[in-house]
């Protein structure tokens, strides 16, 4: 219960520093939503001086890679294309689609019929889904074209059988340029956060460890490494640059045992005490 006008720097960290935060992400973003009302009350004349601007942030903390196995991400689609209500069928071809393509939630939402080339085997990623909209750019601003592998192309088809029923069912909107529309009468889903529905329920039912569906994105790229590809290829694949994604996926660059991989190292005895003593 501080007048706006008193508020001072001093006074923001030491509240900050009183506080007990649960984690570095929430007391980053507590300190920034501080700062932008303070900003305002700057604009507004309120303040001579914003007295959070001199406030450092803290660190993101890095979220804990946790894919799931092949198996698992398997279990989910086969559970997903086993729904009840058949327009939600979609979502099992939507999940089939990023488990095994890589796609970051908001590209696979925004993905239309004309970026799909079958002839290529390609998906042309150039449009992510932002705040209910549309729009023409990927999250790094670069477009990219991504290989479809068997089970991405299968989910295609699934989609293609699904649009053909939907167009000649009932509903405020019977056709749409996207791939994936929502089992509701909507182009495509407006947000990200609206699959949890779908996804929250089938982990529940299966009794798996809850993860976001991001993770799909996770159980692609470390299935991709597992399986020995090359990791230049992986990364223009997910969008990703190649330090990017040895930093993240470091754990998961070889398949086989590490012992296995220090075998490779030629250092033995014998090579060592044949060398010339002086040298």
């Known amino acids: 219960m501080v007048r706006v006008d008193l508020i001072t720097t001093t006074l923001l960290r030491r509240v900050i520093a009183d506080t007990n935060w649960t984690s570095a992400n929430l007391k980053r973003n507590a300190i920034t939503r501080l700062a932008t009302i303070l ?22 903390s890095r979220k804990e890679i946790d894919p799931f196995t092949l198996a698992e991400a398997n279990t989910i689609i086969d559970k997903l294309y086993q729904h009840k209500h ?11 689609f990023m488990f095994f393509t890589g796609l970051r939630l908001s590209e696979a939402l925004a993905v239309r019929w004309d970026v799909i080339d079958m002839e290529k085997r390609t998906v042309h990623v150039k449009r992510t889904v932002a705040l209910g909209k549309v729009e023409e750019r990927t999250k790094t601003g670069r477009d990219r074209f991504v290989l479809l592998n068997d089970r991405a192309l299968r989910a295609i088809q699934f989609a293609r059988e699904y649009a053909d029923r939907r167009r000649h069912g009932k ?24 699959l949890h529905k779908q996804w929250v329920p089938v982990l529940n039912e299966l009794g798996f460890r809850r993860r976001p569906p991001y993770n799909c994105r996770h159980t692609y790229a470390t299935i991709c490494l597992m399986s020995g590809l090359n990791p230049a290829f992986i990364a223009q694949q997910l969008g990703h640059s190649v330090q990017m994604l040895l930093s993240t996926y470091a754990r998961w660059l070889n398949s086989s045992s ?5 075998e490779k190292l030629k250092i033995g005895i014998k090579s060592v005490s044949a060398e010339n003593p002086a040298s």
């Open 86 to 96: 058949w327009p939600s069928l979609i979502y099992g071809a939507l999940f089939e």
């Open 258 to 262: 590490d012992w296995s991989e220090l």
């Open 171 to 194: 509903g405020v909107v019977t056709e749409t340029p996207f791939v994936f529309p929502p089992s509701k009468n909507a182009e495509h889903v407006k947000q990200t956060s609206d």
């Open 39 to 60: 900003g305002a009350a700057t604009r507004e004349g309120l303040l001579t001086k914003n007295p959070a601007e001199m406030i450092e942030l803290p660190k993101r």
